[in-house]
């Protein structure tokens, strides 16, 4: 989808504000987002692409007005609704419906402990032959998918180098849908300064880009 | 906290407007976002109540939750990767491991996990400067950097860190030469990335631990070198 929330190469978005000594979260509820996020994540009616595109149907103006908690919060509320975990009314009244069962935590401490410790990988373990290797030449497809997508608009249509295959990992256009996992390599493309932003980019510099092979043709 | 988080908003505004001059409908543009910006005070309410509700509907356990932000919170940041890049800077036969294959050499120092499964260091020399950003989301290493700062996850960041990196390093006070390469990283799959930065001058007779303690976030970030340690100062 081509979001706000794809925004490498805008401008006029003001200056980077440091924050000296930030705090890892300014208030508790964002802790609490970030951690019931990953509580109900462990249920696994959802994946980590399908959590990513939520966040980006926040409507634009929205993304860009709210802080980065606040939106992983509405987007989590959504989830929360469109996989039967809680119905509206229930949101609406902070109690769970009369007759509704209760349910045992999927993420446990014991859990949660394993997950910080060992994350959730998303590197496959199956045999699928790259289409590309180091060294050669490729351009990123011209493509403009409705739904979720990792290839950011400003490499679309552009000629880079393999740098490094990393492996195989599940593609996130179709895992978002909930349509497969389609397990494909991912490289690291570099793409000249100069062949993204033209002669106003410095001659020596590049940006490296991580690419499924699906985003990818021979050039 | 809400108290802090405004007044540094206010300050950096009043500071990038006494800069901008000429350009002040611009400043009066960015100031609006930034009110906005400002927490709005019934989300703690409402975070609250939400997680009331999946607890009684017994979905989530709040041990479960304490655990994480304070693991978070309390235990897992950028001194981490600290300690990797001190190893790297004492140890060569280390440094090469951590370069050939990151995820393994990271562990060595006991570190990994969510949002570190697959990481790949890159090294800053005399010619080549690393920076990393993510410009779709918020993709950051958090083994060895714990969560990231609201700048990275900010737009300004998120934007011009691909198309302005130059702009963007001396913003955080750092001048390239047109000598040195600038390579971004953008963090669009699920491999994370940590710069290596070079040591600085000065530090031949540093431990590790002193090493360490000169590591900062940002130069593992790549918008900041490790800076030389203060004659007579703490190393």
């Known amino acids: 989808m081509n979001g706000v929330h794809d925004m490498g190469g805008m401008q006029d978005m003001g200056p980077v504000e440091y924050e000296k000594n930030e705090p890892v979260f300014h208030l508790p509820w964002e802790g609490r987002v970030f951690a019931l996020r990953r509580g109900m994540g462990a249920w696994g009616k959802w994946n980590i692409d399908a959590s990513r595109h939520a966040v980006e149907l926040v409507p634009p103006a929205d993304y860009l007005r709210m802080s980065y908690y606040e939106r992983q919060f509405i987007a989590f509320v959504e989830m929360l609704v469109q996989h039967n975990f809680v119905t509206r009314e229930e949101l609406e009244r902070n109690v769970p419906a009369g007759g509704s069962p209760k349910a045992a935590p999927a993420l446990t401490v014991e859990k949660a402990n394993s997950l910080i410790a060992r994350g959730a990988p998303t590197s496959r373990k199956v045999i699928a032959a790259p289409r590309f290797k180091a060294g050669q030449s490729v351009r990123a497809r011209n493509i403009n998918p409705v739904g979720h997508t990792r290839l950011p608009r400003y490499a679309r249509g552009k000629v880079g180098t393999v740098w490094l295959d990393h492996g195989v990992y599940a593609f996130p256009d179709t895992n978002a849908q909930f349509l497969g996992e389609k397990p494909q390599h991912v490289y690291s493309v570099r793409f000249a300064a100069r062949e993204l932003w033209g002669d106003q980019a410095a001659p020596q510099d590049s940006v490296y880009v991580d690419m499924w092979d699906d985003y990818l043709e021979p050039a | ?235």
Request: charged share 20%; with cysteine.
């Open chain 2, 1 to 235: 906290m809400t108290t802090n988080r405004r007044d540094f908003i206010a300050g950096s505004l009043s500071a990038a407007g006494a800069a901008m001059g000429a350009n002040a409908p611009h400043e009066h543009e960015h100031q609006h976002d930034h009110e906005h910006q400002a927490v709005p005070s019934d989300l703690t309410l409402r975070v609250k109540a939400l997680e009331s509700l999946l607890v009684e509907k017994g979905l989530v356990d709040r041990a479960a939750l304490d655990a994480l932000v304070d693991a978070y919170e309390h235990k897992i940041g950028p001194r981490n990767g600290a300690r990797v890049v001190a190893r790297a800077w004492a140890d060569a036969a280390y440094k090469q491991r951590l370069l050939a294959n990151a995820d393994a050499a990271i562990a060595e120092l006991g570190y990994g996990g969510m949002q570190g499964e697959h990481m790949v260091v890159v090294e800053n020399t005399p010619k080549v400067h690393n920076m990393i950003v993510c410009t779709l989301c918020s993709c950051y290493p958090w083994p060895v950097l714990g969560l990231p700062p609201v700048w990275y996850k900010s737009a300004p960041y998120r934007s011009r860190a691909v198309i302005d990196p130059r702009g963007v390093l001396r913003e955080f006070g750092l001048q390239l030469s047109d000598d040195v390469e600038v390579s971004v990283w953008d963090s669009t799959a699920e491999i994370r990335y940590l710069v290596l930065s070079e040591r600085p001058a000065g530090t031949e007779n540093l431990n590790e631990e002193q090493l360490a303690a000169l590591v900062t976030r940002d130069a593992m970030v790549g918008v900041a070198k490790v800076a030389a340690p203060q004659p007579g100062g703490k190393p």
